[in-house]
Nanobody, 120 residues
């Protein structure tokens, strides 16, 4: 089990970029980690996952997931932000193994979430 804290959110203009960080208080050794986002009244949306075993990523397009194992930190680089990207962004962790990486309920640990607001 790890504790996760997101940071780096805030208010930006459309077309701008942000890099979110997710710091883990416990080691994320052998954990797959992911980013999700959620808008009130809508389903939680999977963004991307990065695997521990090989570092491969799934998901993303304008967004790029990465991790710094030495810093025990997960990142999400968000480029060309649009107003529809406005949401609360969450990082999540899952002990490596077979699981449905797009299914939030399969993850073991979650951060509190951080607001990203993109103005037009």
């Amino acid at each position: 089990q790890v504790q996760l804290v997101e940071s780096g959110g805030g208010l930006v203009q459309a077309g701008d970029s942000l890099r979110l960080s997710c710091a883990a208080s416990g080691r994320t050794f052998s954990y797959d980690m992911a980013w999700f986002r959620q808008v009130p009244g809508k389903e939680r949306e999977f963004i991307a996952v990065i695997r521990w075993s090989d570092g491969n990523t799934y998901g993303g397009s304008r967004f790029t997931i990465s991790r710094d194992n030495a810093a025990n930190t997960l990142y999400l680089q968000m480029n060309r932000l649009m107003p529809e990207d406005t949401a609360v962004y969450y990082c999540a962790a899952k002990k490596s193994g077979y699981f449905f990486y797009t299914r939030g309920d399969d993850y073991d640990d979650w951060g509190q979430g951080i607001q990203v607001t993109v103005s037009s």
